[in-house]
């Protein structure tokens, strides 16, 4: 079994910067993929940004692109999510998933996951 735990999170300015934090136990993440979505009020949960652990192939959302950055530590089987120069419309609860057979054409659905870690509140004040 996967779970991921949330760290960090919070209440940022715009232009500010967060680090999230999602750590799988259980199991090896060798050739999971792994992915952090994000669910504004009233809206469907989106694709934020994924990772394949095997490659360290990455993958991002227009809307953040240059702007946030996954990355993974193998040891500590954990996946993060650099972000910076956060706005406003970045506010959402963030969620990690794992999938182990997620393909690059199912990778940007929520559908795909089998596994979630939980939310945790990011907040941008303008």
């Known amino acids: 079994e996967v779970r991921c735990r949330r760290l960090g999170g919070g209440l940022v300015q715009a232009g500010g910067s967060l680090r999230l934090s999602c750590a799988a136990s259980g199991r090896t993440m060798r050739g999971y993929t792994m992915a952090w979505f994000r669910q504004a009020p009233g809206q469907e949960r989106e694709f934020v940004s994924g990772l394949r652990w095997s490659s360290g192939h990455t993958y991002y959302a227009d809307s953040v692109k240059g702007r946030f950055t996954i990355s993974k530590d193998n040891a500590k089987n954990t996946i993060y999510l650099q972000m910076s120069s956060l706005k406003p419309e970045d506010t959402a609860v963030y969620y990690c998933?794992?999938?182990?057979?997620?393909?690059?054409?199912?990778?940007?659905?929520?559908?795909?996951?089998?596994?979630w870690g939980q939310g945790t509140q990011v907040t941008v004040s303008s």
């Open positions: 998933a794992a999938d182990a057979n997620a393909i690059l054409s199912s990778m940007r659905h929520s559908s795909t996951y089998d596994y």
